[in-house]
């Protein structure tokens, strides 16, 4: 597909894009889910953007970038008639699985399906240097529901001794990554009890969640919430199956979305 742009950073006069589907899609404030989107090839601009210092050592605002300046269109939503603050806006909104599966796409379009993948053989210890075609990946389809629901074995006791033990939590989009990534770092207990309260919607009839409540769960309850996510996963599966030559060993390797660039 050939579409006239104008011309900017992130246009040029004539750009040939394509069109693919997302696995769940962007849903606006109306409640419309938009599941196509449209990109165009990585340019040397889009390369600079992600090699700058405030970028590169992110890998989700590596990622964030990369769909930023590549995505032209989602759904009936065009770039070229979007404010940029709400462009980013709806990019880091898009749900984790989106974006790794529209990078996918971009890397594919831009440099091929071919990815060169460093691993440590975990039984030698030997650095092996693995090729893996990104099309060969399993691609876990969408289940439909954006928010699970989910039971606690011993739930949240308020002051007066109330329990709360059913609620609701949704996937994590981008903006969800690229706050908690740097938590992670540091203290990934930490980033678990912020995502647990950034992602719960809903615990019985409490008005907020917040990271305290989260924070005070047992750890078989904070468990639970992610099991709930992890059962109803969804995008691609980056475990690839790896031989090392050295030693026979076979293992699974895992890639990420960042590997894809």
């Known amino acids: 597909m050939a579409n006239l742009k104008r011309k900017s950073n992130d246009f040029v006069e004539a750009e040939d894009t394509v069109v693919k ?16 989107f449209e990109f165009r090839e990585m340019t040397g601009a889009d390369e600079e953007a992600i090699a700058r210092n405030t970028v590169k050592n992110s890998g989700s605002k590596v990622i964030s970038t990369i769909l ?18 709400k462009w980013t806006e709806i990019i880091k909104s898009l749900l984790v699985a989106d974006q790794d599966y529209a990078v996918m796409e971009i890397r594919k379009l831009s440099v091929g399906s071919q990815i060169t ?21 399993e ?24 329990v709360y033990t059913h609620g609701k939590v949704r996937f994590p989009n981008g903006l969800d990554r690229e706050i908690l990534e ?6 990934v207990s930490t980033a678990n009890t912020l995502l647990l309260s950034r992602l719960v919607v809903e ?12 924070r005070n769960l047992t750890s ?28 026979g060993n076979a293992f699974t390797g895992e890639l990420s979305a960042v590997n894809f660039m």
């Open 21 to 36: 589907e997302f696995l769940a899609g962007y849903e606006d404030e109306d409640g419309v889910v938009h599941t196509e």
């Open 68 to 85: 930023d300046r590549c995505i032209i269109r989602i759904g009936t939503i065009l770039k070229s008639e979007t404010k940029p603050a």
């Open 203 to 214: 615990l019985g009839d409490l008005k907020h969640v917040n990271d305290a409540i989260m």
């Open 182 to 187: 740097p938590v992670a770092r540091n203290n």
């Open 139 to 162: 691609v876990v389809p969408f289940g439909g529901d954006r928010v699970i629901e989910f039971e606690l074995k011993k739930g949240y006791k308020d002051k007066d001794g109330n």
């Open 117 to 137: 993948v460093k691993h440590v053989c975990p039984s030698c210890n030997k650095e092996l240097t693995t090729e893996v075609d990104v099309d060969e990946l």
């Open 220 to 247: 078989g309850d904070r468990n639970a919430i992610m099991e709930a996510l992890s059962e109803n996963k969804f995008g691609l599966n980056f475990e690839t199956e790896v031989d090392c030559p050295n030693c």
